[in-house]
């Protein structure tokens, strides 16, 4: 079963950028879909960025135009690409794939 690992969090300042990383215990080659979800205080995981073995990639709403995923096949790692951040941007953030989770990184923007 694949492990993964978020890093890359932290404090920023609204406007300010951030780049997420979710390293993979295994070869990620072969999973077709890998995600990034975040988790506000208080509020339920929700679904932030997706990214398939192909390479095509979708994201909610909110973050479309500002957030970019993407996979590097050969270092077994998804990346979030965050810019121009947002207070409404801070949240846990985790990724997963294949039923598995990491154990989130946290994104605090501050205004």
């Known amino acids: 079963q694949v492990q993964l690992v978020e890093s890359g969090g932290g404090l920023v300042q609204a406007g300010g950028s951030l780049r997420l990383s979710c390293a993979a215990s295994g070869d990620i080659s072969r999973i077709n879909l890998i995600s990034w979800f975040r988790q506000a205080p208080g509020s339920q995981r929700d679904w932030v960025a997706r990214?398939?073995?192909?390479?095509?990639?979708m994201y909610t709403d909110s973050v479309k135009g500002r957030f970019t995923i993407s996979r590097d096949n050969a270092k077994n790692t998804v990346y979030l690409q965050m810019n121009n951040l947002k207070v409404e941007d801070t949240a846990v953030y985790y990724c997963?794939?294949?039923?598995?989770w990491g154990q989130g990184t946290q994104v605090t923007v501050s205004s």
């Open positions: 997963t794939a294949l039923g598995t």
């Open positions: 990214i398939f073995s192909d390479f095509n990639t």
